[in-house]
């Protein structure tokens, strides 16, 4: 292991096509293509089947004056880029907004998936 300690977590920035938003919390993404699922009988394992997933990248964001939430309705081929603490940069393009927003007026607050076939993390 190593003697020296660096930032892994804390942190993080996200744009949604080129515009920055306020990143709340909760930052997720994954990279996944595939979801297998392990196939069972009577006698024993089968195999497993296959089947293809999109990646995606979801967060909380603050909501101000300047955001037109409807916009996010109709939000398609979109690129998604969150910037994390430890230097990684997760990239989406042609992403989907795939959740139904809603606002959390008390903390002014309104969580986001985008999900699309070509997202990568580096």
């Known amino acids: 292991m190593s003697g020296s300690m ?3 977590g804390g942190r993080a920035w996200i744009w949604i096509d ?3 938003f306020d990143l709340v919390s909760q930052p997720t993404w994954g990279v996944a293509t595939t979801k ?3 196939l069972k009988g009577m006698d024993g ?3 497993y089947s296959e089947e293809p997933i999109p990646g995606f990248v979801a967060a909380t964001l603050r909501d101000s ?3 037109s939430i409807s916009e996010f309705d109709a939000m398609t081929d979109v690129s998604v880029s969150l910037q994390l603490a430890n230097g990684k940069r997760v990239s989406g ?3 989907v907004c795939v959740d139904t927003v809603e606002v959390d ?3 002014g607050t309104f969580s ?3 999900e699309g076939e070509d997202v990568t993390d580096r």
Do not use: L, W
């Open 65 to 67: 004056a300047g955001i």
């Open 93 to 95: 393009s042609n992403m």
């Open 36 to 38: 297998k699922t392990t």
């Open 6 to 8: 660096g930032r892994v």
């Open 45 to 47: 394992i089968h195999g």
């Open 112 to 114: 986001v998936r985008f």
């Open 105 to 107: 007026s008390t903390e």
């Open 18 to 20: 080129g515009i920055q």
